[in-house]
C-alpha cells in the first residue's frame, strides 16, 4: 500500500499564490511518477501537471502552463505544486496522484485539498 498526504490548500485572492506539498509514504517503488489532478464543483477531475522520477520530465494542462511548476524532493518522498498568479477557475479539490514508471493508471491518490481562489 502506498499512502498519500497533501498540505497547503487554502483560500487566496486572485494573482497570488500557494504551494501545495503531497507525501508518500509505504510500499513505493524507486522509481514512480506523480500527477497532480483537480476538481471543479459540477466538473470532472482534469489532469493538471505530471513530474517524472528525476524531474527533470514535466507536462501540464495548457491552462496552468507558465503559472504552475510541479517539483519533487526524492530524499523526502515529497512532491511539490507551485501555483503562481491564481485565478479563480483554479478554483477546486486538487489531488496528487502516484503510479509506477511503465503503469498507464494512477494506483494511489491522496485525499484532496481544497484550492479557493477569491476575485
Known amino acids: 500500500q502506498v499512502q498519500l498526504v497533501e498540505s497547503g490548500g487554502g483560500l487566496v485572492q486572485a494573482g497570488g499564490s500557494l504551494r501545495l506539498s503531497c507525501a508518500v509514504s509505504?510500499?513505493?517503488?524507486?522509481?514512480?511518477?506523480m500527477g497532480w489532478f483537480r476538481q471543479a464543483p459540477g466538473k470532472e477531475r482534469e489532469f493538471v501537471a505530471l513530474?517524472?522520477?528525476?524531474?527533470?520530465?514535466?507536462y501540464y494542462a495548457d491552462s496552468v502552463k507558465g503559472r504552475f511548476t510541479a517539483s519533487r524532493d526524492n530524499a523526502k518522498n515529497t512532491t511539490y505544486l507551485q501555483m503562481n498568479s491564481l485565478k479563480p477557475e483554479d478554483t477546486a479539490v486538487y489531488y496528487c496522484?502516484?503510479?509506477?514508471?511503465?503503469?498507464?493508471?494512477?494506483?494511489?491518490w491522496g485525499q484532496g485539498t481544497q484550492v479557493t481562489v477569491s476575485s
Open positions: 509505504g510500499s513505493i517503488v524507486r522509481v514512480f511518477v
Open positions: 496522484a502516484y503510479r509506477r514508471t511503465g503503469v498507464t493508471d494512477y494506483e494511489y
Open positions: 513530474i517524472g522520477w528525476s524531474g527533470g520530465v514535466t
